[in-house]
């Protein structure tokens, strides 16, 4: 009887976890089924440098810019509206999405591997109290996604040539080219990405167990603007 008891019981609370954490299970699956199978670290190499190189033209001349870097969680679903890009990451066409007066030009650009996916995206804004007022749109954006995905998002100021990141739930400002880098090439890169299946469960874990501190760190300042040269 009493073996029966708790069989019983063990059921009942295995039932009652599904019933509970059925979202949470629905949108691990979903996930894990988005994993790529082959992850070419060369290309993801190559779109890094593309980004901190465009990242760095668009600094110098206070140009204002917000890109989400896809990993394991689908960015689509957490973003609103958003015009399919679909091209090759290039220096090029990164400038000239982010250029003033383009009409796509204020919202984030969403990359998935080696592509432009979609620009013009409006991203989910944190609704963290502790920010402070002066914190920009574009900056709250980054820190929003950031929040709700694995994504790692870059953000430049238009206002002072700040360079920052965001992921998971925080966002480092002022960083240099070369801490933007190095940041990167951890986050995205991971030992080859071979192990795609770890490294999903290790981030799905991260969103919901993100690490204790402040939402906003300040590294380094602004940048100076770049001056013509002449010759």
């Given amino acids: 009887m009493l073996r029966w008891i708790l069989g019983s019981t063990s ?34 190499r190559e779109s890094i440098e593309i980004i901190i190189q465009t990242v760095e ?30 091209c090759d990451v290039t220096s090029e066409m990164l400038e000239t999405i982010f250029f ?33 007022k002066s914190l920009g749109t574009r900056h709250r954006a980054a820190l929003g996604l950031s929040e709700e995905t694995d994504a790692v998002i870059v953000v430049v100021s ?37 192990n795609n299946l770890a490294h999903w469960i290790r981030s799905w874990i991260g969103q919901h167990h993100k690490p204790a501190g402040p939402a906003v760190i300040t590294r380094h300042g602004s940048r100076p603007v770049a001056k013509p040269s002449s010759k």
Avoid: W
Avoid at 13 to 38: H, T
Avoid at 63 to 73: D, F, K, N, P, T
Avoid at 101 to 119: F, Q
């Fill in 158 to 194: 238009e206002e002072n040539g700040m360079v920052s990141h965001a992921y998971k739930g925080q966002l480092v400002r002022g960083v240099t080219l070369e801490e933007l880098r190095a940041f990167m090439t951890s986050v995205i890169l991971r030992p080859a990405r071979t």
């Fill in 100 to 132: 003033p007066n383009n009409a796509v030009h204020d919202g984030g650009v969403i990359i998935k591997g080696d592509r432009i996916a979609y620009a013009a995206c409006i991203f989910p804004l944190s609704q963290r109290g502790d920010l402070n």
């Fill in 57 to 86: 033209r668009l600094a110098d001349v206070r140009i204002g810019a917000l890109i989400a870097v896809e990993q394991s969680i689908q960015l689509q679903e957490a973003v609103e509206s958003g015009i399919k890009v679909d």
């Fill in 11 to 44: 059921v009942f609370i295995a039932v009652g976890a599904l019933v509970i954490f059925q979202p949470e299970l629905r949108r691990m699956l979903a996930e894990l089924g988005n994993l790529p199978l082959f992850a070419s670290t060369s290309e993801q």
